[in-house]
């Protein structure tokens, strides 16, 4: 097993053997964590202007008491460096008005912009957005508790747990959504280890499984409160009422449909092609079209439009070159769902969970779900059945045994 690594030489006065004619310094020396090295700091400021060795020595004292209180608060030398970075957690509106190329030391900010700068680069927009908020949230955190003055190094797991206790005592977070907090800072710390190379340990790893149970899940719409949204959908909104009918009759999810063209619909084979950069797994998937959306789209002309790139869902509640904005549609559900009073759990995205329940009600094999919800696994789909269609039983049922 190899020597532990010395990570610091404490300060001391060199006095030139107490010759005030030469120059006096403090030095120490520390572990610069981007090169692994141990680095000498040598302090000469202010001793010149001090014409005794009496004085030399009690100001000797003062700068090495400082220099040892700054070590013990994790403040690295290295980390006074000022350098132009791009700031990305920054909120959008101050971004725009200011700009958000900043000069600065280097903080734990300046290293989640470059995280999230490499995120930008290959994840999806709405991925990134949520790689952000999250960022930013931890940002905050860390700066209001003064963790972000120190060297990023010197955060430990004990400091994620306590962040993470943070998020659960003070917004009440679920389970889950504290557990993808602790994937994403998981994923910032291997930043710092695999790229950065300033690190050595992940501390955002074994983490304890804490947070609130709850289910937040969209949930399918029984019958009586889906007739009554899907009436007024239909009054009020005819391209919402589409995008319901696509999630319900072809279990698309929603940030697909928003980037489906007019090209991506085979009316000849009555399918709906899924391109790999909108699908949720990357892959070009196809959905088999059933009867009645094909026949709203042929009545809407759809199958004789003549700019087959046109986004499906556009401006002007119609197809178009302008793909909606991301909580476009899904804002215009909410609106309607609160003014009739319905819970909150029956959601946009509930008519895709809809549209499977009433496909294993009407008996579907499980094998043909899966090809329809476009699941990976079987298992999958088994599991999906169960947490939100239920087991459809006649037997149970209608032919349960009297008690």
Partial sequence: MGRKKQLLILPELKDCGGDISKKWFVEYSVRNPRTDKLERIRTYEGFSKLKTAEERYSYAEKIIKQIKDQLEKGIMPFDKKEITYQDEIIYYNAARRWGNEHKGIITIRTYLSEFLLEKKASVTKKSYLTYQSKCRIFCEWAEQKGIADKHVSNITQETI???????????????????????????????????????????????????????????????????????????????????????????????????????????????????????????????????????????????????????????????????????????????????????????????????SSKLVDAGVSPWELQQHMRHKSITTTEEYIKNKCGVSSDQIENHFPDL
């Fill in 161 to 355: 747990c306590e962040y993470l206790t943070y998020l659960v005592t003070e917004h009440q977070l679920s389970k889950l959504t504290i557990f993808r907090y602790g994937q994403i800072l998981h994923n910032f710390f291997d930043f710092l280890i695999k790229k950065k190379k300033i690190m050595f340990e992940n501390p955002a790893q074994n983490l304890p499984r804490i947070g609130l149970v709850k289910d937040h899940a969209p949930r399918p719409i029984p019958d009586t409160p889906r007739r009554i949204l899907i009436n007024s959908i239909m009054a009020e909104d005819e391209q919402l009422f589409l995008f319901c009918q696509f999630e319900y009759y072809c279990a698309i999810r929603p940030n697909e449909l928003r980037h489906l063209k007019i090209s991506d619909i085979d009316f000849d084979r009555r399918i709906i092609r899924v391109r790999n950069e909108i699908s949720k797994n990357s892959k070009t998937e196809i959905v088999k079209m059933p009867t009645q959306l094909y026949l709203c789209l042929t009545e809407l002309n759809y199958h004789q439009w003549p700019n087959k790139e046109d986004y499906i869902f556009s401006r002007d509640h119609r197809p178009g070159p302008y793909i909606l904005g991301i909580n476009n549609i899904r804002n215009r559900f909410n609106k309607i769902r609160k003014r009739l009073g319905l819970s909150a759990f029956y959601k946009l995205y509930s008519f895709k969970h809809t549209g």
